[in-house]
T-cell receptor, first 114, second 115 residues
Framework: AQSVSQHNHHVILSEAASLELGCNYS??????LFWYVQYPGQHLQLLLK??????LVKGIKGFEAEFIKSKFSFNLRKPSVQWSDTAEYFC????????????FGQGTTLQVKP | DGGITQSPKYLFRKEGQNVTLSCEQN?????MYWYRQDPGQGLRLIYY???????QKGDIAEGYSVSREKKESFPLTVTSAQKNPTAFYLC??????????????FGPGTRLTVT
């Protein structure tokens, strides 16, 4: 069965620090990959997605993620975080043959201290 | 304004009662989904529907039921058979074309508390 694992459950950073959130998935076939963010009191929204092509994907608000197929990973990065990045981040995977079914990781809570 | 509407934001019910959560979208999306979010467990798929009058069970469908009579609407009923119904419920939709579905857009959620 497909599964998604996010390594860090709770991350605390100071403003301007660099961020990397880990995401690994288990699935043998072709996948689509997503990072979603849930800011306090707001809807879950899409940060970025990978369907095919360049494995380095750029999203909104300065976030990027790199798909490394050999490592089954899709880590999220941001060079310099801001207090407004405080949120919960979810990695999600769907198989290309059943793209309707998203499997989510457990989520990582990011707290940025001003 | 295009989007997904879920109502109400908070819902309280007594144990043993069925309750229906509404989800409406005006994005003209074919596919709709219901998830349950619990702390430390991420989102888990309850049911999904890729076309009107058709739906499939997700990973945790037991104790839930859905209908998809209209493209815009995908109500979820939490039945008394659901052992642990207190949770945050999220509805989502996505466009679908040529057998492929695309990124999902989420509603604001309904927090259900059953006592």
């Amino acid at each position: 069965a497909q599964s998604v694992s996010q390594h860090n459950h709770h991350v605390i950073l100071s403003e301007a620090a660099s961020l990397e959130l880990g995401c690994n998935y288990s699935y043998g076939g072709t996948v689509n990959l997503f990072w979603y963010v849930q800011y306090p009191g707001q809807h879950l929204q899409l940060l970025l997605k990978y369907f095919s092509g360049d494995p380095l994907v750029k999203g909104i608000k300065g976030f990027e993620a790199e798909f490394i197929k050999s490592k089954f990973s899709f880590n999220l990065r941001k060079p310099s975080v801001q207090w407004s990045d405080t949120a919960e981040y979810f990695c999600a995977v769907s198989s290309s043959s059943n793209t309707g079914k998203l499997i989510f990781g457990q989520g990582t809570t990011l707290q940025v201290k001003p | 304004d295009g989007g997904i509407t879920q109502s109400p934001k908070y819902l309280f019910r007594k144990e043993g009662q069925n309750v229906t959560l509404s989800c409406e979208q005006n994005l003209n999306h074919d596919a709709m989904y219901w998830y349950r979010q619990d702390p430390g467990q991420g989102l888990r798929l309850i049911y999904y529907s890729q076309i009107v009058n058709d739906f499939q069970k997700g990973d945790i469908a037991e104790g839930y039921s859905v209908s998809r009579e209209k493209k815009e609407s995908f109500p979820l009923t939490v039945t008394s058979a659901q052992k642990n119904p207190t949770a945050f419920y999220l509805c989502a939709s996505s466009r679908s074309s040529g057998g492929l579905t695309y990124e999902q857009y989420f509603g604001p959620g309904t927090r259900l508390t059953v006592t």
